[in-house]
């Protein structure tokens, strides 16, 4: 992809042909609570992470399982880098719905920082729910934002996490 800059490059297969199992975090809104979870997730399980952002990111200190790609600013950039590189098989986090619906049919199994995982009956509901949103905000109402990110979220994410890459990695 032209403007995009991989800092550090690992292989992606296991011992055998199939591939193995990556993490993608679409890096830009990701809260560092989450990053972080997932960091300690991929050391502990050793599964490779990707973080994908239109900023320059330093992968955590001492975790050389987590790798950074830097592309370049605009609109989408980020996600359409995620979805041309991840696989079935993978996890993707991101809070990104149409992102999540360009994966999910693919077999990417897709998680959002709040812990609430896309799936192939949830999505479409999902994603009418995101556009009707994004009319009503274009329209002038006034739909405020998500709750804060707190010790409850942070708590769910973990546990969907958890849960997440137990299924991945035993299929």
Excluded at 88 to 97: A, C, I, K
Excluded at 158 to 166: E, F, K, M, N, P
Aim: proline residues 8%; charged residues 25%; aromatic residues 4%.
């Amino acid at each position: 992809m032209r403007g995009a800059h991989r800092i550090f490059v690992r292989p992606t297969t296991t011992h055998g042909s199939k591939p193995a199992l990556k993490i993608w975090i679409d890096a830009d809104a990701a809260p560092r609570d989450v990053k972080e979870l997932v960091f300690r997730a991929a050391k502990r399980l050793m599964i490779e992470t990707v973080l994908v952002a239109n900023q320059r990111l330093q992968p955590p200190p001492g975790n050389p399982l987590v790798s950074a790609v830097w592309v370049d600013g605009g609109a989408d950039v980020a996600d359409q880098y995620i979805a041309t590189h991840a696989g079935p098989g993978d996890l993707v986090v991101t809070q990104d719905v149409p992102l999540a619906a360009l994966l999910v049919p693919r077999q990417v199994a897709v998680l959002d920082p709040r812990g609430e995982e896309h799936t192939a009956e949830t999505i479409g509901e999902r994603l009418s729910v995101r556009d009707f949103m994004e009319q009503a905000r274009l329209a002038g109402v006034v739909t405020g934002g998500p709750p804060p990110y707190d010790a409850r979220a942070r708590q769910t994410f973990a546990a969907a996490l958890d849960r997440v890459l137990t299924r991945l990695r035993r299929a």
